[in-house]
């Protein structure tokens, strides 16, 4: 889909109003409409071929298909963006305003996202066998998930450029957090989710007001539904990196592992793999960090997990693959691991391979132990994702792909209170 002109305000704060209040994370007086706009991006950039385009209207993929990146001027912000600028401010992934995409604060729409706890566990990391091991627990977000970050970047963005209604397909977590997020921008939510999403998040959906469509398939063919729907009334599909601004929420989580380990990054990150957008999300600000000046050429081993029942980056990384191609028959109880074809794959599979680091695949009984591994040694009631990361970690040893002398970011990317009564698959 390429940009669109006709359907959407090209000013959503003179034509709407829906602009005109002021963010939710900043409750003193101090922004007012003399506030200067924030610097946002230069233009946008095809993942695959370079070619660049005008940021300040509505896109979904690229002309060839493939995603968008935001691009910033760096240089322009490096003398005052730095670590010591953003540690007096708010904890919220707003306090990186400087890369990311919104223009007008009155468009931040905020729920109180980002800056999750970082908790470093000395039994989990004897369990697994590492020398020092932390958990990133984005179950602490707004809604209870990751999902937050990405889905706050989208809706703000989306808000401010003139956007009137939204639809999203989902496994779950992200329909939940887009129907938060466009509660508070007051913007309708149209999503669309499999009839086997768990019934705490189906709830959560309802009750923030979306308009809620079960299907019986998975994500891909939620997707395929949003999107015809898109075609014909004119909604903007919030689809995984089929919009540009998800991953810009997501890469924060880069940023604040540097800030929260005390201005360095670990020798590995373990992400749970989906759609991949955070995995992704962190490459590039890793990348914006070295050209601000934060950090030098080094970089984490970045590994995905996957489920042994929907596994197709780690089949691409396994056979040498550029592209991960579509998983048939994906099952899983993970619901944010049933994702049988990603469309930032080439993205994820460049990752892995430029950080030296890898992918491997864990059953949902194994999932569902560390789950409970996790959760004693540590009182972080996990997402079957975040216990998936944590039984990955003692084959990757096996594997030689991380060393017992590493330290070590888990990414527990959901509350376990959102998967009650859900059981193991297979």
Known sequence: MGA????????????????????????????????????????????????????????????????????????????????????????????????????????????????????????????????????????????????????????????????????????????????????????????????????????????????????????????????QRCDEDGWWDLSTLKEPYRVEGKKTMGYELFEQLGGRLPDAIVYPTGGGTGLIGMWKAFAEMEALGWIGAERPRMFTVQATGCAPMVRAWEQGWDDAGVWEDAATFAAGLRVPGAVGDFLILRALRESGGGAVAVTDHAMAEWVGTMGAATGIFGAPEGGATAAAVPRLLKMGLIRKSDEVVLFNTGSGLKYVGMEPVG
């Open 4 to 227: 669109l002109h006709a359907s959407f305000y090209p000013c959503p704060a003179a034509a709407s109003g829906l602009c005109g209040r002021r963010p939710l994370h900043f409750p003193d007086d101090t922004m007012n409409d003399s506030t200067p706009a924030l610097p946002g991006t230069t233009h946008l950039e095809c993942t695959a071929t370079g070619a660049t385009f005008d940021s300040e209207v509505l896109w979904g993929l690229s002309p060839a298909g493939k995603p968008l990146f935001a691009r910033y001027d760096l240089d322009a912000v490096r003398e005052s963006f730095t670590p010591g600028a953003v540690a007096a401010r708010a904890p919220t992934l707003w306090r990186y305003e400087e890369v990311l995409p919104v223009r007008d604060r009155a468009c931040q729409v905020s729920l109180g996202e980002g800056f999750t706890p970082l908790l470093e566990s000395s039994r989990l990391a004897g369990r697994v066998g590492v020398r020092r091991l932390w958990i990133k627990d984005e179950g602490q977000n707004p809604t209870g998930s990751f999902k937050d970050r990405g889905l706050c970047m989208a809706v703000s963005r989306a808000l401010e450029l003139g956007a009137r209604e939204l639809a999203i397909p989902s496994a779950g977590n992200a329909a939940g957090s887009a129907a938060a997020y466009g509660a508070a921008a007051g913007l309708p939510v149209h999503v669309v989710v499999p009839t086997d999403t768990p019934a705490p998040i189906l709830a959560e959906i309802r009750a923030l007001g979306a308009d809620l469509d079960l299907l019986d398939g998975l994500i891909s063919d939620c997707g395929k539904v949003v999107r």
